[in-house]
């Protein structure tokens, strides 16, 4: 629960504090997480002649706040990654993230090209709805996500694409508005 609330706090102020918000949204190919589901399903059931899932992507938005110097960009990042399954005893999985994020900009603030690097951690859920049994169960795990070094072209609005190691798929491209 203090974290909880020394996240709050740190968050609130830096927005009291910061120049510039962004609203960003992306979509991207299947995450770790999902082309292992998708691998332990396939490979097991590809002796038994029953199909896997159809991962269909990954979708992520987030709020995030620059800092005075436009070096730092921070805030929050809602990730959703939603599967279609086509095996007799599962009908659906879903899969939803928050994660609170930091990026660092490598070039400076007055160009229009501009690379980053950043990284983000918080909490998964995932849930499996069954045909058979008529259930459904939850499940919770720590997500995380790595972006080793993304493109952002553009000043106010903008078009970013970023290659990534964790929960938001393994390449995302999107588009971003800066006020």
């Not at 997480?33 to 991962?55: A, C, H, K, M, Q």
């Not at 959703?80 to 005893?89: A, D, K, P, W």
């Amino acid at each position: 629960m203090k974290k909880i609330i020394l996240l709050s706090t740190l968050l609130l102020t830096s927005l009291v504090f910061s120049q510039k918000f962004e609203i960003s949204a992306g979509y991207g190919l299947p995450s770790g997480y999902g082309i292992l589901n998708f691998l332990t399903t396939i490979l097991p059931n590809s002796f038994l002649r029953v199909e896997g899932s159809d991962n269909v992507g990954v979708l992520n938005v987030s709020a995030l706040v620059y800092s005075k110097d436009a070096k730092w960009r921070y805030g929050l990042d809602m990730v959703s990654e939603f599967y279609s399954f086509n095996r007799i005893e599962i009908r659906k999985q879903s899969a939803i993230s928050v994660m609170p994020r930091i990026d660092y900009f490598w070039s400076e603030e007055d160009k229009k090209l501009r690379f980053y690097s950043g990284v983000s951690a918080g909490i998964y859920l995932a849930t499996l709805k069954y045909n058979i049994a008529q259930e459904e169960v939850n499940y919770t795990i720590f997500g995380f996500n790595i972006t080793p070094i993304g493109l952002r072209y553009g000043k106010t609005f903008a078009v970013f694409i970023e290659p990534n190691i964790g929960i938001k798929g393994l390449i995302q491209a999107g588009a971003s508005y800066r006020f």
